[in-house]
């Protein structure tokens, strides 16, 4: 039996098109917002991007600042996807007294992996990347969030688990920095790569895979020497 498209006048069609309409939208606002920045882009070449009528925007974002601010929404909710999987056996293991330092060591590896993943795969993964430079740069709405997001869903994490294999407080100075160290090398991926030595590098699958082969390597070294200083 064939189940038909539409219900009660159609509804299932008009959300299917206003929710298309939505995510044109903010792919359109992506590309722009990362182009041109806040202030730069304007709700008319995002409207005419996404190929709707400009009241659209209003309708589904309230103004501008809505969008944008729905923009850093949409970033947060990708990385709590990608986490998702990951950060109970991060909670679990920090609950338990007898977690050993290979258990520990092998999380912080998957915790860096799944970060390179988050920053160099992905639909407007350029966009992205360098939505997020100008919105540090230009201090725009909703920075905050963003902060906020990375420091519950990646730092936060990577700090337990390596303040844990050292043995210290995670309030610890020295830990805190340790785990900039270990965070900036992902991180430094997160430049547009249109740059030389990025675009030398490459973001390709394979350059993907080297990059946590890298990170691995990387961090396995840093974690055994932690083990046999304590």
Not at 39 to 54: P, Y
Not at 111 to 132: C, D, H, K, N, Y
């Amino acid at each position: 039996m064939i189940e038909p498209q539409t219900t009660g006048r159609g509804r299932p069609a008009t959300q299917a098109r206003g929710e298309d309409s939505r995510r044109r939208i903010l792919e359109s606002a992506l590309d722009l917002f990362a182009a041109h920045g806040y202030e730069g882009a304007s709700t008319r070449q995002i409207a005419e991007g996404a190929g709707v009528n400009l009241p659209a925007i209003q309708y589904y974002f309230g103004n501008k600042e809505g969008l944008y601010r729905a923009i850093i929404e949409d970033i947060v909710a990708d990385t709590e996807r990608h986490m998702a999987g990951l950060s109970p056996r991060v909670r679990a293991a920090l609950d338990r007294a007898d977690v050993t330092p290979a258990e520990l060591t092998e999380l912080l590896c998957d915790m860096l992996e799944t970060f390179v993943t988050l920053v160099t795969s992905g639909a407007q993964v350029e966009s992205r990347r360098l939505f997020f430079a100008r919105a540090e740069v230009e201090e725009t709405p909703g920075l905050d969030r963003l902060h906020d997001n990375g420091m519950r869903q990646i730092f936060n994490p990577c700090l337990a688990l390596l303040a844990r294999l050292h043995g210290r407080s995670e309030a610890d100075q020295e830990m805190t920095m340790r785990t900039m160290a270990l965070i900036g090398q992902v991180v430094i991926f997160c430049s547009n790569n249109k740059r030389p030595i990025l675009a030398a590098a490459g973001l390709d699958g394979e350059s993907v895979r080297l990059i946590k082969l890298i990170v691995r390597e990387h961090t396995l070294a840093i974690c055994r020497a932690a083990v046999s200083a304590r």
